[in-house]
């Protein structure tokens, strides 16, 4: 059974900086691309960014570009997510997931909060 358990959010001031983790079981994680993925309230959740299965390659939304930087360890099947220069439009539970599709087994989530 595949689960995914995410960590490292919290309340943030406009300007600060999280890191965010993400550990998977139950799958062969060093042979999938991994992303992460929020949901805001009232939205529906989009892709944050992603990494290939090997980490050579990744992808960002535009709207994180320069900011955030996500990255994997193989050998520790862990996903993170480093977020710099926090807007409050980045307030969302942010979840971790195979990319680019993802499967129906989402974690529960962590909550980020940007706010002054």
């Known amino acids: 059974q595949v689960q995914l358990v995410e960590s490292g959010g919290g309340l943030v001031q406009p300007g600060g900086s999280l890191r965010l983790s993400c550990t998977a079981s139950?799958?062969?994680?060093?042979?999938?691309?991994m992303g992460w993925y929020r949901q805001a309230p009232g939205k529906q959740r989009e892709l944050v960014a992603g990494i290939t299965s090997g980490g050579g390659t990744t992808i960002y939304a535009d709207s994180v570009k320069g900011r955030f930087t996500i990255s994997r360890d193989n050998a520790k099947n862990t996903v993170d997510l480093q977020m710099n220069s926090l807007k409050p439009e980045d307030t969302a539970v942010y979840y971790c997931?195979?990319?680019?599709?993802?499967?129906?087994?989402w974690g529960q989530g962590t909550q980020v909060t940007v706010s002054s």
């Open positions: 139950g799958l062969i994680f060093r042979t999938y691309g």
């Open positions: 997931n195979r990319h680019p599709i993802p499967r129906d087994y």
